[in-house]
């Protein structure tokens, strides 16, 4: 099976510097460089939150306003929040939907942005070991979300094998049909080397959205 040509990233444009310095970094990665520990790091990583995160560097971390605990306890499989919350902050994320890309930043429309157009073959040259799909916006809990647990991040390499059967498997639920495209593609950790395959970068003003003809 294989992927689309392009992937995306949306970034906030006040760490575009930091981006082009250390590359992509999860919020874990984050923290992991800022040396923040202890029961301020918790809150950061392991909990709700609520409101974007701004640290002492000036560098945002989003908020996650569509999954509240409560919300998301409704539909994890084997899995706790804050299991849930580390883990979607031990990765980092790119759209394979410019319109899905759109719907974040609908989210996020009074602070500019920039969008990371990538070459999805390049990346996974590089980090398919470290790389896995999902088969859902894994960072929304509201409106009748789908189960998820850990399984949902399939590795690149059992997709491109058996499609979604793992996460079938793994959580008990009904198998995805093979061809149910995959919605999100993440790499563990950080891509410090993304500018290697940034193929644009379109910033994005207050209000402003990704024009859909970038395909």
Same mark, same amino acid.
């Given at each position: 099976?294989?992927?689309p040509r392009?992937?995306y990233?949306l970034?906030?444009?006040e760490?575009?510097?930091? /981006?082009? #310095?250390? =590359?992509?970094?999860?919020?874990?990665a984050l923290?992991? #460089?800022? =040396?923040? #520990? =202890?029961?301020?790091r918790?809150?950061?990583e392991?909990?709700?939150?609520p409101?974007r995160t701004?640290?002492?560097?000036g560098?945002?971390?989003?908020?996650q306003k569509?999954m509240?605990?409560? $919300? %998301?306890?409704?539909?994890? /499989?084997?899995c706790?929040a804050s299991?849930?919350?580390e883990?979607?902050n031990s990765k980092?994320?790119?759209?394979?939907?410019? !319109?899905?890309?759109?719907? &974040?930043?609908?989210?996020?429309?009074h602070?500019p942005?920039?969008?990371l157009?990538?070459?999805?073959?390049?990346?996974?040259g590089r980090?398919a070991? &470290?790389?896995?799909?999902?088969?859902i916006?894994t960072?929304n809990?509201?409106?009748?979300?789908a189960?998820?647990g850990?399984?949902?991040f399939?590795?690149?390499?059992?997709? $491109?094998?058996?499609?979604? %059967?793992s !996460?079938?498997?793994a959580?008990g639920t009904?198998?995805?049909? &093979?061809?149910h495209?995959?919605?999100?593609?993440?790499v563990?950790?950080?891509?410090?080397?993304?500018l290697d395959?940034?193929?644009?970068v379109?910033?994005?003003a207050p209000n402003e959205?990704?024009p %859909?003809?970038?395909r």
């Amino acid at each position: 099976m294989s992927l689309p040509r392009f992937v995306y990233h949306l970034a906030e444009a006040e760490n575009w510097p930091s /981006i082009q #310095r250390y =590359g992509l970094l999860s919020t874990r990665a984050l923290l992991d #460089r800022l =040396g923040m #520990r =202890g029961p301020v790091r918790a809150a950061v990583e392991q909990a709700y939150r609520p409101t974007r995160t701004i640290l002492t560097t000036g560098l945002v971390i989003r908020d996650q306003k569509p999954m509240p605990q409560a $919300a %998301l306890e409704r539909c994890l /499989i084997g899995c706790t929040a804050s299991r849930w919350y580390e883990l979607l902050n031990s990765k980092v994320f790119f759209w394979f939907d410019p !319109e899905r890309l759109n719907r &974040q930043r609908r989210a996020c429309r009074h602070f500019p942005q920039v969008v990371l157009k990538i070459d999805s073959d390049r990346l996974l040259g590089r980090y398919a070991a &470290q790389t896995a799909l999902t088969p859902i916006n894994t960072g929304n809990a509201r409106r009748k979300p789908a189960w998820r647990g850990a399984a949902t991040f399939v590795s690149y390499r059992v997709w $491109a094998d058996s499609a979604w %059967l793992s !996460e079938a498997q793994a959580l008990g639920t009904s198998p995805r049909p &093979q061809k149910h495209s995959p919605v999100e593609l993440t790499v563990a950790d950080s891509v410090p080397d993304v500018l290697d395959f940034v193929l644009s970068v379109q910033y994005l003003a207050p209000n402003e959205y990704l024009p %859909l003809n970038v395909r």
